[in-house]
Nanobody, 111 residues
Framework: QVTLVESGGGLVQAGGSLRLSCSAS????????MGWYRQAPGKERELVASITPLGVTKYGDSVKGRFTISREKARNTVYLQMNSLKSEDTATYYC?????WGQGTQVTVYS
């Protein structure tokens, strides 16, 4: 079982940046595919980015070129660097590993 805790959300002006962190408990972090998802009010949850244990990444079309996912094995942590934020990036962001989800962290982008 893995427990995930997100942090780093907040209020940011359009064009700004934020970095989200997801800390994972357990010794199996190094073998897990990790992902960031987001859900805006009235919309379905969607994949933002994912990363394999070997560092292979995948991004949703709407964030390609702006967001970067990375992982730090020593800290059991996965990051989401978000640059050039837009109002449409406003959502609750969730960390995912297997069937486990974090509690979510709110990102609000204002114009």
């Amino acid at each position: 079982q893995v427990t995930l805790v997100e942090s780093g959300g907040g209020l940011v002006q359009a064009g700004g940046s934020l970095r989200l962190s997801c800390s994972a408990s357990g010794s199996i972090f190094s073998i897990l595919n990790m992902g960031w998802y987001r859900q805006a009010p009235g919309k379905e949850r969607e994949l933002v980015a994912s990363i394999t244990p070997l560092g292979v990444t995948k991004y949703g079309d709407s964030v390609k070129g702006r967001f970067t996912i990375s992982r730090e094995k020593a800290r059991n942590t996965v990051y989401l660097q978000m640059n050039s934020l837009k109002s449409e990036d406003t959502a609750t962001y969730y960390c995912n590993a297997r069937s486990e989800w974090g509690q979510g962290t709110q990102v609000t982008v204002y114009s």
